[in-house]
């Protein structure tokens, strides 16, 4: 039987890592998982999971990180398909906030205890900051050749708007909207008004 490539080994060992992190927290939510948790679930020595991921901030980075690829991503290719209005643009941000919600992490975010914590990893990890401007680049690219960007917004700034809305909506959902109609109003009001031109302004 041919051996595992070291590469290969260590792949497979960090997606156990992450398997068991994904599993564990939601479980025994975030602020109680360990590292130490996470070598037992799997039987990998603590050493080696601490050779993968610095500490436990790092792993929860690297699942935010995947959550986005796997799940975000697609979601652009689908709107990237149409054509770029006001419309589709909100419709995009409330069908990302709805994957957002499915996300495992979400109800640990939601524990008072933890939600500093995690908007600190979101908006200060630059690896997440990065995907999250990878993520965003196709339809802000598009709507941009369109001539429906606000002039005069900095990319890196309107993803960073982006995302702290999507988190204050996950992680307080009835503050600024009390139901469907009143978070259709916001987004379109206050959130996608500030980024896309109407057609009478383009």
């Given at each position: 039987?041919?051996?595992?490539?070291?590469?290969?080994?260590?792949?497979?060992?960090?997606?156990?890592?992450?398997?068991?992190?994904?599993?564990?927290?939601?479980?025994?939510?975030?602020?109680?998982?360990?590292?130490?948790?996470?070598?037992?679930?799997?039987?990998?020595?603590?050493?080696?999971?601490?050779?993968?991921?610095?500490?436990?901030?790092?792993?929860?980075?690297?699942?935010?990180?995947?959550?986005?690829?796997?799940?975000?991503?697609?979601?652009?290719s689908k709107y990237l398909r149409r054509k770029p209005t006001a419309q589709r643009f909100a419709e995009l941000f409330?069908?990302?906030?709805?994957?957002?919600?499915?996300?495992?992490?979400?109800?640990?975010?939601?524990?008072?205890?933890?939600?500093?914590?995690?908007?600190?990893?979101?908006?200060?990890?630059?690896?997440?900051?990065?995907?999250?401007?990878?993520?965003?680049?196709?339809?802000?690219?598009?709507y941009d050749e369109a001539g429906l960007l606000q002039p005069g917004?900095?990319?890196?700034?309107?993803?960073?708007?982006?995302?702290?809305?999507?988190?204050?909506?996950?992680?307080?959902?009835?503050?600024?909207?009390?139901?469907?109609?009143?978070?259709?109003?916001?987004?379109?009001?206050?959130?996608?008004?500030?980024?896309?031109?109407?057609?009478?302004?383009?």
């Open positions: 039987m041919a051996k595992t490539s070291a590469p290969a080994q260590a792949t497979e060992t960090r997606e156990r890592i992450i398997a068991a992190a994904t599993e564990l927290i939601p479980r025994f939510t975030l602020a109680k998982v360990t590292m130490e948790d996470i070598a037992r679930t799997t039987g990998i020595a603590r050493q080696t999971v601490y050779k993968h991921f610095r500490n436990k901030d790092e792993l929860i980075a690297e699942l935010i990180v995947q959550e986005l690829r796997a799940k975000h991503a697609p979601l652009m409330l069908d990302q906030l709805n994957v957002g919600m499915s996300f495992a992490l979400v109800d640990p975010v939601l524990d008072p205890s933890v939600g500093p914590r995690m908007a600190e990893l979101i908006f200060g990890v630059d690896a997440v900051l990065e995907t999250l401007g990878q993520v965003w680049a196709p339809i802000l690219d598009k917004r900095d990319r890196a700034s309107i993803v960073r708007w982006i995302t702290y809305q999507q988190f204050w909506l996950v992680t307080h959902p009835d503050v600024l909207a009390k139901n469907e109609q009143e978070l259709d109003d916001y987004v379109e009001h206050y959130i996608v008004a500030g980024i896309v031109r109407s057609p009478q302004d383009a």
